[in-house]
């Protein structure tokens, strides 16, 4: 009974005594999730520390971001690491989840935890977003008004639910207030608690999905299996991704400033306002679609694909193939929407060469 009791105990067995040789294997996992997580700690860390400075008003926020730039012992580098993680974690978990619709580790048991997963990358991109206006500069302010009014096109409730996302009617003190609560308050907690969960369902799964073992039979690790001790095997990897992983995100905080621009200023609108570069494909769908479309259709369809895709049959060949063409067309599509919105988009959103 106290052996049962240690298995389903998180804190107590956070890693298995003996893992599959197997799932060592880098090429497995590309040590993406192990990166993401440590994405999430240092802007958990990174973000606290800031928040002992950082003033949530209008009145005083853009200042404090600048004390904290110019004049706070490492304040520069704590800034610039939190920055440049946040952008980085988007396009890492995006990378894992691609991994992971790839080598099909979402069948059976495990389709919870696939939905667990999207659930995390919501949280992320919300994470990211309200973050955004924090600094409260021009660039941070219009992106916002920009990204914040495409609910405007939901039809019925859109206005009522943009007021909500505001705190009234235009970006404002109350905007930045609830920005900066969920960003520092909510979405942390949130995001803890559904990583617990996602690593949980991990280990009550039996570790990594090995597609070689499991075929046929997802999540029952076969008595042939070779095992070896995750201390030091495991142990040694973790550590060694981990130090790439921050000496990749170390590079950019040291030599390249997180953008500070202009105090925001309402009353000046600038000439191309563009919405952050992971929301910047749905404004470029707005150009060429019916907004209603953009904003309610296609992602209440996407939703729904991704959630629901795994309970397709592996033995329906014509049903895999029907589903990994829409979702690596739904990938390309988005991706392709994005680098022409971010690259061939000019002065008042005009096609222009970016060469």
């Known amino acids: 009974m106290k052996t049962v009791k240690q298995k389903r105990n998180l804190f107590l067995h956070v890693r298995p005594r003996m893992v599959p040789a197997k ?141 909500i996302v505001r705190g009234g009617s235009d970006v404002g003190s109350a905007t930045l207030r609830i920005f900066h609560t969920l960003h520092s308050g909510v979405l942390p907690f949130l995001l803890l608690f559904l990583m617990t969960w996602h690593f949980w369902k991990i280990r009550r799964a039996g570790g990594l999905f090995l597609q070689e073992t499991e075929k046929g039979a997802p999540d029952s690790p076969t008595p042939s299996t070779t095992r070896l001790a995750a201390r030091p095997h495991l142990f040694v990897r973790e550590k060694a991704v981990a130090a790439v992983v921050m000496a990749a995100l170390l590079y950019p905080a040291i030599f390249f400033n997180a953008p500070l621009g202009a105090l925001a200023n309402p009353g000046m609108t600038p000439e191309t306002v563009k919405a952050p570069w992971y929301f910047i494909g749905l404004q470029e769908l707005l150009i060429h679609v019916n907004p209603v479309v953009v904003v309610l259709v296609l ?45 061939f988009r000019g002065p008042a959103m005009q096609l222009v060469w970016p060469f």
Do not use: C
């Open 23 to 163: 799932a060592l294997r880098f090429r497995l996992t590309w040590g993406l999730g192990g990166a993401a997580t440590l994405m999430v700690l240092v802007q958990l860390v990174t973000g606290i520390l800031l928040n002992f400075i950082y003033e949530p008003s209008t009145l005083a926020a853009y200042g404090s971001v600048q004390h904290i730039h110019y004049d706070i012992l490492f304040g520069r580098l704590f800034r610039n690491l939190h920055h440049w993680t946040g952008h980085a974690l988007i396009v890492i978990v995006f990378l894992h989840m691609l991994r992971v619709f790839l080598s099909s580790a979402y069948r059976g048991p495990r389709h919870l935890n696939w939905i667990i997963g999207l659930g995390l990358g919501f949280l992320i991109l919300l994470a990211n977003f309200s973050g955004y206006l924090l600094p409260w500069d021009q660039r941070a302010y219009w992106a916002v008004t920009i990204a914040t009014s495409i609910l405007e096109y939901l039809p019925g409730f859109g206005t009522v639910l943009l007021e």
């Open 299 to 343: 992602p209440l369809l996407t939703a729904f694909f991704l959630l629901f895709f795994p309970l397709v049959k592996e033995d329906n060949i014509l049903g895999n193939r029907l589903v990994r063409l829409l979702f690596i067309g739904l990938v390309a599509g988005f991706a392709l929407l994005t680098i022409i919105g971010l690259s």
